[in-house]
């Protein structure tokens, strides 16, 4: 992780978040991580990533060097909190968000909310609104042991975000639409085991994808064939690649 950025903290409203400030200019390029992951997931794309402009990484509440959530870590909470941080570090839109897994839920709930403030998303394994609830309930029988022997070593914060997800899908369904950005949909093209997801469940994540990449008259799908649920991990080229697509599209002409 030798090019990760040097890491600094901050504290906004109470809630300590570490973050990354590296790069310089246009456009701010922000990446939000996964549940449960932190910012060192994205050591990788550096140092190239850097040439496409600023480059923020961050923490969200609970998560790597930021303090326990100091309020419940709904999507429009997370939202507001990313959207203080930005302010704070003096960091201008429109921002190319770059939403891995769960991250993708806000990247989505950001670009509804705030449209003039967004050039472009890019959405790795993301999760759609539909995949909530869904990949629980097909969960196979070793998914729920493994998930089961994990709450019984850590229980569950009742203001970290998965706690709050549900919360989070209402927030999107009650925002306005996607905006019409440019979109990248990047997908994992192995196959994970069946004793992890079952067949069914497979078929409905995929589904999910596609309905991401129409979340924009601009969307495209990306499937990162060598790549699992980690892109920017086993790929980190094909993500650069995708994020530099977005920000080219959305410095040029469009209707």
């Known amino acids: 992780m030798k090019n990760l950025p040097e890491k600094r903290a901050t504290t906004i409203n109470g809630q300590k978040l570490q973050y990354t400030l590296s790069g310089q200019g246009k456009p701010a390029i922000v990446l939000i991580n996964g549940a449960g992951g932190p910012l060192d997931a994205w050591y990788k794309l550096f140092p190239e990533i850097e040439r496409l402009g600023t480059v923020v990484s961050y923490d969200r509440p609970g998560v790597g060097g930021s303090a326990r959530p100091v309020e419940a870590q709904t999507g429009e909470v997370v939202v507001r909190q990313l959207r203080d941080l930005l302010r704070e570090l003096g960091v201008a839109g429109p921002f190319v968000l770059v939403g891995h897994s769960f991250g993708g839920l806000h990247a989505n709930l950001f670009a509804r909310l705030h449209p003039r403030e967004v050039a472009g998303v890019v959405l790795l394994e993301a999760t759609a609104p539909e995949d909530v609830g869904m990949m629980k309930h097909h969960q196979s029988g ?72 129409r979340l924009s008259p601009r969307g495209q799908r990306i499937v990162a064939e060598r790549s699992g649920h980690f892109p920017q991990m086993s790929q980190p080229e094909l993500v650069i690649e995708a994020i530099a697509q977005v920000s080219s599209a959305s410095r040029g002409p469009h209707p």
């Open 142 to 213: 070793m998914q729920r042991a493994i998930n089961g022997l994990l709450n019984v070593f850590s229980r569950p914060d009742p203001n970290d975000e998965i706690s709050n997800e549900h919360r989070t899908v209402a927030d999107i369904a009650a925002a306005p639409a996607f905006p019409d950005v440019p979109l990248r949909v990047v997908s994992g093209g192995k196959v994970p085991p069946g004793w992890m997801t079952s067949a069914e469940a497979l078929s409905l994540r995929a589904r999910n994808q596609e309905a991401l990449v």
